[in-house]
């Protein structure tokens, strides 16, 4: 283990102003984002959604839209080849529990039912809203503790108890470290709260969106602002049935993305369209599709139970989460590890439990966002440290310091901690901050020994 | 028919394009004349900026503009900026700041700051956040941007000793 | 598709308007009424639009005409009878360089970014959907009057009266005039952030004051009802009264009483009640603090 800092001056690149390459076409207005790509003969597609958040689909009926002007195409259910289930990780080991296009039923308003093509934007939006579906409305649950209580309408029969199984059959992704129960009963104090995170979307300037391009020998290329290129050409290549070498995907600059285009949003129907009609297909979200049909930072509640000492030692953090996945899973079980890793922030704490659980409701599906599963845990570990110093009468900067994790400390998941620090940051924020720490606190370090 | 056929003077070049009484000016600079594409396509509501383009010296957005209603004026985008006064140095102290992230905002920021400039060659700080107000940067990178807009402020009104200083810097 | 119809003159244009009726839009700066991204107000269930489902003034998306005011000459300051005359097409920009009344400049500064305020037009800020109509309020503070183009001559309506019957559409509003105020004006705007906000609520009061009482009170909010309005409870409250806390304090809790506020993306109902206290307080405040 390192026991000092290395030098910035030795490094290369740390330390030192690095230029984005892109600055000169960018500012030239030069940069080409996929929106800007245009092909001979490219056709567009647009989407007819759900109005409905839980509902049987006892017809879809595109006659009046497959006749509307300028239409090439409109493509259901119907036409996809079979094995027609995704999810965001299904081809990194997830389970797939999503359609692309919804069969029976939809799940959350806003899910795709109906796809048309057609030579202009505006002809396929005009066709898309001619699309006819009739529905029988189910009960619909918008709150995480109430999907997961009994008796709750079930919204994927794959998900019985409307969360996702973790693996070795776990509701919930777990943490265990100590004994958080004996703990608790011997702390000087037990400090409770409940914390709540609301949906947040990524908003990025350019909207998702691909296009995907017949390359006329059975090739397709798709052109996409995609966050994870390679997962999203697996996944198209599973859920339409290819080999992944009749694929070739191209990224480019991504007009932002912050996560909200990491899920796979618009690949397969615009692939699917370019096979069904031969031509180059453009599927690009609208501003409304983006706020209201891509996957949002998801909603989190959180439960923190921690156990204290008058002395201001934290010795048990116990901490039960609902993260609010949605309608489908998507990327959420990989969102819920790295949340439960990161219990119990970046303190030490000898005894931590933590239950993660990804449940299911009838809303927007979510999906990532800068800190995926982090930010809701640093937000509900910050406001509870400031609530559990006030609970012992303790200045809140003496709390975090003398908890704060240090080199060779365990981590709630069994992994030592490295390369700490947390006290050189509150210590260098404390100076400019112009706060006074004494000094005790002063001389604590992340790599020597624990003081006190 | 009410599709109707008019001329347009983009970039200095008078233009034919075919339009409707709804033709956005957006849609026809994106589409119809060899893809000026630095005029972005963000929110179609005049929300974000990124359209951006000068109409007779003024900033307007391009997505709200009936095009029709502009026979007869001179549109400019930032492809036709390329020799006009300062846009080097603005381009210049964008680049020397790190004033860009994804870039997707970057030209109705230059053309922003270039309608700013023109008016008021050394605005106040909050006259600096005020003449970008209708321009979203998602990447959150203003404090860069409005350092930028100063530098190139103080370059273009520094004359020919601070054009020659950026000029150093650009190689 | 929609024919785009642009008169030269004010006799062709009402021409026009006769002519077309219902099936005909104007379209003026084109910043509200362009709003509809690729869907132009045609969309059906299923599509995702903010446009479409709201309640809109006049439906300009489903129009089959449409008629620009740029060649009517419409964009002038024109001071009538020692008052205040703005043209219609005037833009935001414009007003907000040359309006000789300082409150009038702050409206018409805070409506949007520059971008915007150099297409929008005051014309078009008459007809705005609430919260929206920044300078209108302003306009009604100043019992601002409307001329409609016919095609047998002019028509006139006070903006209060055209607000009460509901701002129906349809006529050319050609200019807007106001006498000079005798007294003082303050604009307050409650937005989200500090430019180019959204509006929460507007307030614009117009007071005359006499020997420290109060002669004359127009108090007008925006983002308080269905129209910008007129708050006749809390004008009664102030005239004859001494401007002090105490009568400030009064009107402010009758004008929140007063207003109807809507719940939307930008504020709640709630919220919106309570601004429309504090900045009629605080308007009426500054207006006190000057004399
Ligand atoms: C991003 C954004 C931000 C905005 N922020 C604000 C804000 O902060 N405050 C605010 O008040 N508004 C705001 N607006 C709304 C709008 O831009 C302004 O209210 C503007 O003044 C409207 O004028 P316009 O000329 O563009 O109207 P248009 O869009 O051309 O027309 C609006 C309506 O008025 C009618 N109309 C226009 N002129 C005439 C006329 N001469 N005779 C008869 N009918 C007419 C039209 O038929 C239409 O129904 C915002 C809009 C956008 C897109």
Redesign the interface.
């Known amino acids: 283990m390192a026991s000092e800092a290395p030098k910035a001056e030795a490094l290369n690149v740390v330390g030192q102003p690095v230029k984005l390459r892109d600055l000169k076409k960018h500012v030239g207005g030069q940069t080409s984002y996929c929106d800007d790509l245009r092909f001979p003969r490219m056709l567009h597609l647009k989407m007819h959604r759900s109005v409905q958040p839980h509902a049987k689909l006892l017809a879809v009926d595109t006659a009046a839209a497959a006749r509307s002007e300028g239409v090439v195409r409109v493509l259901t259910h119907a036409d996809l080849p079979g094995g027609e289930l995704w999810s965001g990780l299904a081809t990194v080991g997830g389970a797939g529990d999503e359609p692309v296009l919804a069969s029976d039923k939809v799940r959350w308003k806003g899910e795709a039912i109906a796809a048309v093509v057609a030579r202009t934007p505006e002809q396929a939006e005009a066709a898309a809203a001619k699309v006819k579906v009739r529905y029988e409305p189910l009960p619909a649950v918008f709150d995480v503790e109430e999907a997961l209580a009994a008796g709750a309408p079930n919204l994927i029969a794959h998900w019985p108890g409307n969360h996702y199984i973790f693996g070795d059959d776990h509701a919930a992704a777990q943490i265990r470290l100590g004994d958080v129960e004996k703990a608790l009963a011997e702390a000087d104090r037990v400090v409770e709260n409940v914390y709540q995170t609301s949906p947040i979307e990524q908003a990025p300037l350019e909207t998702i969106g691909c296009v995907a391009v017949p390359d006329g020998d059975g090739r397709y290329t798709v052109h996409t602002g995609s966050q994870s290129l390679s997962s999203t050409l697996k996944s198209v290549a599973a859920y339409l049935g290819l080999p992944a070498n009749r694929l070739r995907f191209v990224s480019g600059s991504v007009g932002g993305g912050f996560g909200g285009k990491a899920d796979l949003a618009v690949e397969v129907t615009a692939t699917l369209a370019a096979i069904k009609t031969g031509r180059p297909v453009k599927y690009r979200y609208t501003r409304e599709e983006e706020m209201f049909a891509s996957s949002t930072r998801a909603a989190w509640r959180v439960y923190i139970k921690d156990g204290v000492m008058n002395d201001g030692r934290i010795v048990a953090r116990k901490v039960t989460t609902y993260h609010d996945s949605g309608a489908y899973l998507r990327m959420s079980n990989y969102g819920a590890m790295k949340h439960s890793t990161h219990w119990p922030g970046p303190y030490t704490v000898a005894n931590v439990w933590v239950d993660v659980y990804c449940v299911f409701t009838n809303r927007t599906p979510s999906g990532a966002m800068r800190g995926f599963g982090i930010m809701p845990a640093s937000f509900a570990i910050e406001v509870q440290m400031d609530r559990v110093a006030k609970a012992i009468g303790m200045d809140p900067w003496r709390l975090r310091l003398l908890n704060a994790y240090r080199n060779g400390d365990m981590r709630g998941h069994h992994r030592a901690v490295k390369d700490a620090a947390m006290i050189e940051t509150i210590q260098a924020t404390a100076k400019l901050s112009e706060q006074n720490l004494t000094g005790d606190l002063q001389s604590l370090s992340s790599w020597r020994q624990k003081a006190g | 028919m009410t599709a109707k056929i008019l001329s347009l003077n983009v970039n200095g070049r008078d233009e034919t394009i075919l339009c409707d009484g709804l033709t956005t000016l957006q849609e026809v600079l994106r589409d119809q004349l060899g893809l000026l594409t630095s005029v972005k396509d963000g929110c179609t509501q005049g929300g974000c900026g990124s359209c951006s383009v000068l109409v007779d010296g003024e900033l307007w957005l391009s997505c709200l503009a009936p095009v029709a209603a502009l026979a007869g004026r001179a549109v400019m985008t930032l492809e036709g900026l390329k020799q006009s006064a300062g846009i080097a140095a603005i381009q210049q102290s964008f680049i020397d700041n790190s004033a860009a992230q994804c870039g997707f905002c970057t030209p109705g920021m230059i053309l922003t700051v270039k309608a700013l400039l023109d008016a008021n060659p050394e605005p106040s700080h909050d006259e600096i956040l005020e003449a970008l107000s209708g321009n979203l940067c998602r990447c959150t990178g203003y404090l860069p941007i409005v350092e930028a807009v100063k530098d190139a402020a103080a370059r273009l009104s520094g004359g020919a000793d601070a054009a020659r200083a950026s000029e150093g810097r650009e190689g | ?6 008169p030269d003159s004010l006799s062709e244009a009402t021409e026009i308007i006769a002519e077309h009726g219902r099936a005909l839009a104007i ?1 003026a ?3 509200s009424a ?2 509809c ?4 107000g ?9 446009e479409c489902p709201g309640p809109r003034l006049v439906s ?2 489903n ?4 008629m ?1 005011i ?1 060649r009517l000459g419409l964009d002038g300051v024109a001071p009538a009878n020692g008052g205040l005359g703005f043209g219609a097409g005037l833009s935001l ?1 414009r007003l907000q360089a040359s309006a000789p009344i300082p409150a009038l400049r702050a409206a018409a500064r805070q409506v ?5 305020r ?2 929008a037009t005051v014309g078009g800020n008459i007809f705005e959907r609430q919260p929206y109509g920044d300078v209108a309020v302003v306009l009604l503070a100043l019992d601002a009057s409307l001329t409609f183009a016919e095609r047998d001559g002019e028509r006139s309506q006070t903006l209060a009266a055209f607000y009460a019957d509901g701002a129906k559409q349809g006529g050319l509003l050609t200019r807007i005039d106001c006498a000079a105020p005798d007294g003082e004006v303050v604009f307050l705007k409650c937005g989200r952030r ?3 906000s959204p509006t929460v609520v507007t307030v614009a009061v117009c007071i005359a004051l006499d020997g420290g009482k109060v002669r004359r009170a127009r108090i007008a909010l925006g983002g308080a009802g269905a129209h910008p309005m007129r708050c006749a409870a809390a004008e009664e409250l102030l005239i004859g009264a001494a401007l002090d806390p105490t009568s400030i304090a009064a009107a402010a809790a009758a004008a929140a009483d007063a207003c109807d506020p809507a719940t939307d993306v930008v504020a709640s109902e709630w919220y919106r009640r309570r601004m429309v206290a504090t900045y009629v307080r605080r308007a009426l405040g500054e207006i006190e603090q000057g004399s």
């Open positions: 598709m929609a024919e785009y119809l642009l379209v700066g084109g910043t362009m709003r991204g690729t869907c132009r045609k969309h059906g269930r299923g599509i995702l639009c903010l300009v998306p129009a089959a005409f449409v620009g740029q920009s949007g970014g520059p971008a915007l150099n297409m500090r430019f180019n």
